[in-house]
């Protein structure tokens, strides 16, 4: 009869379940950088715009609008309709996008039981035949090998600007915020990354001007 052969009790449970590439239960981590001019923004007004042309038809884009605005507001700033376009404090500009696919190749430890093996017995004597004393290790459950596993990964990012609401002289609206998060992953569902983006974008606003941080989203996070 064949026996199974058991896995030890102490065996850990992550080793034995499969890692999903791609996959995370702590949620979505974002590179975040910021460069800006702005110091007191508690109670300036704002209209949101596209920064790309085209955009401003999209009902999608109008619901990643929508969703900054209210975080915006959240944070103290006053949202101005699209009537009063050129006499607001700033307004500001919303960008989103995703790059061409990328294959990304990593090696993963394969976990399981070894194979029982032949081992000498130290400082025993094998009392029928003189020689050594024999036995067989038990199999113990450990890293067993190693594969490679290719995965499709796409670099995730979402851009905000903010300008003068008001034209100079020179006819143009003076830039006094950029800032950018960026994420490499398998998703490309944008109704879930661009809101994500833009929690990352808005952690800590307007930060720290001329540094990155890594910002981690949550899942329940990323929802227009």
């Known amino acids: ?23 995370s239960t702590g949620g979505m981590e974002w590179s975040v950088t910021r460069f800006h001019e702005l110091s007191a923004i508690k109670g300036k007004s704002f209209i949101l715009v596209p920064a790309q042309d085209g955009l401003g038809s999209s009902l999608e884009f109008k619901a990643y609008a ?16 699209q009537s009063k376009f050129g006499s607001s404090d700033y307004l ?8 061409p696919p990328m294959t990304v190749d990593a ?22 035949n003189g020689g050594p ?19 499709v990964n796409y670099h995730r990012y979402v851009r905000l600007f903010i300008h003068e609401g008001h034209p100079g002289a020179d006819g ?7 800032g950018i998060a960026e994420s490499d992953g398998a998703s490309r569902d944008l109704t879930w990354l ?11 606003f307007p930060g720290t001007s001329g540094k990155s941080q890594t910002v981690q989203i949550a899942s329940s996070a990323a929802t227009p």
């Open 1 to 23: 009869m064949m026996r199974i052969p058991r896995v030890p009790a102490w065996a850990p449970l992550a080793l034995l379940l499969p890692v999903l590439p791609g996959c």
């Open 66 to 81: 929508q969703a900054t605005a209210k975080k915006l507001t959240e944070l103290g700033l006053v949202e101005w309709p």
């Open 92 to 99: 500001v500009g919303l960008d989103y996008g995703i790059g």
């Open 107 to 128: 090696n993963h430890e394969v976990h399981g039981l070894s194979v029982p093996q032949i081992i000498v017995l130290p400082r025993t004597t094998n009392l029928v």
């Open 133 to 151: 004393l024999t036995g067989v290790q038990a199999p113990l459950y450990g890293v067993t090998g190693y594969e490679t596993v290719s995965t």
């Open 172 to 178: 143009k609206f003076l830039r006094r915020y950029e």
């Open 194 to 204: 661009v809101p994500a983006g833009i929690a990352a974008l808005l952690t800590e």
